[in-house]
């Protein structure tokens, strides 16, 4: 099994640029994650899909943030425009069953750096 | 909202010597991870917890689950400088997401 695969690893732009990170959760699982990283707020889910569907995206911080599932074996995370203060490492976790059970399993992160 | 506390926030300790991080929650929880992330690295998960006053070991890692279910400990015994990373823990109440602690982050002096 490949594991969750987030693209890019890194990823550093300019103020103002778009961004769109990418990942490809675990074949099989139903539920998928985005978290953002930082060292001020640690760890924070930002939106969770359940079959496909946005549940909840009560900790996306703003209109910039967009994320969408078109199907079970990918999803993007969008920010537009960015800023400096969106730098910080996004993961990407997917799960098995439901979340009051689930095993989140971890991509590898992408880092981001807003200049 | 349910809040997910840990402390310490950082330890160090010498090589050999034992290690302890507390988890608190602000709400019962239904369920309790524990995930440890290695410098740079990502969050892997170790361990759940479900029962009231559960207690499972990992070798030499000892988890706890509160009797009331609302704080929970990990435990390491003689830490190697493979125990480096951030140990996370994170809640989840019915009805609500895991919220994950803040973590505590363990250096391992050799």
């Known amino acids: 099994d490949a594991g969750v695969i987030q693209s890019p690893r890194h990823e550093v732009t300019e103020m103002g640029q778009e961004v769109t990170l990418r990942c490809k959760p675990i074949s099989g699982h139903n539920s998928l994650f985005w978290y953002r990283q930082t060292m001020m707020r640690g760890l924070e889910l930002l939106i969770y899909?359940?079959?496909?569907?946005?549940?909840?995206d009560s900790g996306m911080p703003e209109d910039r943030f967009s994320a969408k599932m078109p199907n079970a074996s990918f999803s993007t995370l969008k920010i537009q425009p960015s800023e400096p203060r969106d730098s910080a490492v996004y993961f990407c976790?997917?799960?098995?069953?439901?979340?009051?059970?689930?095993?989140?399993?971890f991509g590898a992160g992408t880092r981001l750096s807003v200049l | 909202g349910q809040q997910v506390m840990q402390i310490p926030q950082y330890q160090h300790v010498q090589e050999g010597e034992d290690f302890t991080t507390y988890c608190n929650s602000s709400?019962?929880?239904?369920?309790i991870q524990w995930y440890k992330q290695r410098p740079g690295g990502h969050p892997v998960f170790l361990i759940q917890l479900v029962k009231s006053g559960e207690v499972k070991k990992q070798k030499r890692l000892t988890f706890q689950f509160g009797e009331a279910k609302k704080n929970s400990s990990l435990h390491i015994t003689a830490t190697q400088t493979t125990d480096v990373g951030t140990y996370f823990c994170a809640g989840h109440s019915y009805g609500q997401n895991f919220v994950f602690g803040p973590g505590t982050r363990l250096s391992v002096l050799p």
């Open positions: 899909f359940n079959n496909n569907v946005p549940i909840d």
């Open positions: 709400t019962t929880l239904s369920n």
């Open positions: 976790a997917s799960s098995l069953g439901s979340l009051a059970k689930n095993i989140q399993y």
